[in-house]
Nanobody, 127 residues
Framework: QVQLVESGGGLVQAGGSLRLSCAAS????????MGWFRQAPGKEREFVAA????????YYADSVKGRFTISRDNAKNTVYLQMNSLKPEDTAVYYC????????????????????WGQGTHVTVSS
């Protein structure tokens, strides 16, 4: 069993930055891909970013490309999401997810690729 705990959310003005963290426990994530998803009020959960187990490959939703950066520190069993130039439409609950099924490539943009999920952290961007 693995537990994922997100942190770093909060209230920020448009144009500002936040850095989300996802700390894993119970199992090492060093050999598995990780992803970030988000769910805005009244909307379905959507893909934000994903990173391969070694960090060599990253994937982004078009809406965040160039503004968000996903990274990982396998020694700390932690994944990060650096969010810059935030917009009000980025307001959502952000979830971290772990893929222990060995998915690669574009499969990592789908929720079905992930076996474990965190509880989420709230991000609110004011205009």
């Amino acid at each position: 069993q693995v537990q994922l705990v997100e942190s770093g959310g909060g209230l920020v003005q448009a144009g500002g930055s936040l850095r989300l963290s996802c700390a894993a426990s119970g199992r090492t994530i060093s050999t598995y891909a990780m992803g970030w998803f988000r769910q805005a009020p009244g909307k379905e959960r959507e893909f934000v970013a994903a990173i391969s187990w070694a960090g060599r490959s990253t994937y982004y939703a078009d809406s965040v490309k160039g503004r968000f950066t996903i990274s990982r520190d396998n020694a700390k069993n932690t994944v990060y999401l650096q969010m810059n130039s935030l917009k009000p439409e980025d307001t959502a609950v952000y979830y971290c997810a772990a893929d222990f099924m060995g998915n690669v490539g574009s499969r990592l943009t789908g929720q079905g690729a992930y076996e474990y999920w965190g509880q989420g952290t709230h991000v609110t961007v004011s205009s």
